[in-house]
């Protein structure tokens, strides 16, 4: 069973976002909540807020062991950017974007885990 928790226009940009991802996805979750709270990071408390979020779903609504569980997947997709301009010399501008992101986490439940 897969259980997902979403959060959306996260104000840090993608490209910061999946650094943090690709370094917990591997870990389990127990491992990743742990290393995320260590991260010197701004992304990593989004993460684990969003996580944590995924285990809640997990526990509350589909009944499931938070021990069973894991990462099958943390996607991060672009949101909404905000244009700015940045004024310069002799009366130009210099466009940029405040950029967010989406994030996604699923998590499935292993199945053969032998419960201590």
């Known amino acids: 069973m897969k ?23 591997p870990l ?3 491992d990743a909540l742990i290393s995320l709270q260590s991260m010197r990071k ?5 993460i684990a807020k969003t996580l944590e979020s ?3 779903n997990a526990v509350n609504n589909a ?6 569980l894991s990462i099958l997947d943390i ?7 905000f244009k700015r301009f940045h004024a310069s010399t ?6 940029y974007k405040k950029r967010s992101s989406h994030i996604k986490i699923v998590l499935e439940e292993r199945k053969g885990e032998k419960k201590l």
Do not use: F
């Open 63 to 68: 009944k499931l062991d938070k021990n069973t």
């Open 90 to 95: 002799r009366g130009r501008i210099h466009p």
């Open 75 to 81: 996607e991060i997709n672009e949101g909404q950017a």
């Open 3 to 25: 259980i997902q928790a979403i959060s959306k226009n996260v104000r840090i940009s993608p490209r910061k976002v999946r650094l943090v991802a690709d370094a917990i996805k």
């Open 54 to 56: 995924a285990v809640a």
């Open 28 to 30: 389990a979750i127990k």
């Open 42 to 46: 701004r992304a990593a408390s989004a």
